[in-house]
């Protein structure tokens, strides 16, 4: 198994570009999420998602919309790049399984927005 | 509202020496409390969780963490820290969601000779 992926590694972007952050996981977990890492404030929540269809807003979903097609995948979509976005962006995916859960994380995007 | 609160943002300890980390949480119910260490330049590693049961919970790399319900704590220990140890550490709470989880904002760790 791969575990979680996450492409590309490294993006430069300018003020008002769009991008998408690709997530892929290959453990068939039914729970996905985004998170951004900045200094001193550990991980936030962007966004989650409880299974194909349905996702909801974490704690900073401002700027950022997601979607999920299928159990695999779960794409992060920036719509206009603003410098406060400048950070790493970690994916994750947990199942859960006798009334216990744990999430696995990928390697992580760090984006820069000029 | 949910909360994780670790106290120490940066610690440094010698190499064989204890290590404790603090985390302090708030919520309503039970909640599922996880650690987790961040080498540099690396994703986040699942060192232990407590889900229910004994409050005194083992993980990897000799870590262990004892639940303290009265205290609201999940504090993190290891005996005797390799160099090796040097990292990021976070803790993190489960509530009621599957699937959604809150992190606090990390305890740095030195390791010095």
């Known amino acids: 198994n791969a575990g979680v992926t996450q492409t590309p590694k490294f993006q430069v972007l300018k003020t008002g570009q769009s991008m998408t952050l690709q997530c892929a996981q290959d453990?068939?977990?039914?729970?996905m999420s985004w998170y951004r890492q900045d200094p001193g404030m550990g991980l936030r929540l962007i966004h989650y998602?409880?299974?194909?269809?349905?996702?909801d807003q974490g704690e900073v979903p401002n700027g950022y919309n997601v979607s999920r097609s299928t159990t695999e995948d779960f794409p992060l979509r920036l719509l206009s790049a603003a410098p406060s976005q400048t950070s790493v962006y970690f994916c994750?995916?947990?199942?859960?399984?006798?009334?216990?859960?744990?999430?696995?994380f990928g390697p992580g995007t760090r984006l820069t927005v000029l | 509202a949910q909360s994780v609160t670790q106290p120490d943002i940066h610690i440094t300890v010698s190499e064989g020496a204890s290590l404790e980390l603090r985390c302090n949480y708030s919520?309503?119910?039970?909640?599922?409390l996880f650690w987790y260490v961040q080498s540099p330049g690396q994703g986040l590693q699942l060192l232990l969780k407590?889900?229910?049961?004994?409050?005194l919970v083992q993980g990897i790399k000799g870590f262990e963490a004892e639940f303290k319900r009265s205290q609201s704590s999940f504090n993190l220990r290891k005996p005797s820290v390799h160099w090796s140890d040097a990292a990021e550490y976070f803790c993190a709470l489960r509530g009621d969601s599957w699937g959604k989880f809150q992190f606090g904002a990390g305890t740095q760790v030195v390791v010095t000779p």
């Open positions: 453990m068939n977990h039914e729970y």
């Open positions: 998602s409880v299974g194909a269809g349905i996702t």
């Open positions: 407590y889900f229910s049961g004994d409050t």
């Open positions: 994750a995916s947990s199942y859960s399984a006798g009334g216990q859960d744990e999430q696995f």
């Open positions: 919520y309503g119910a039970t909640p599922y």
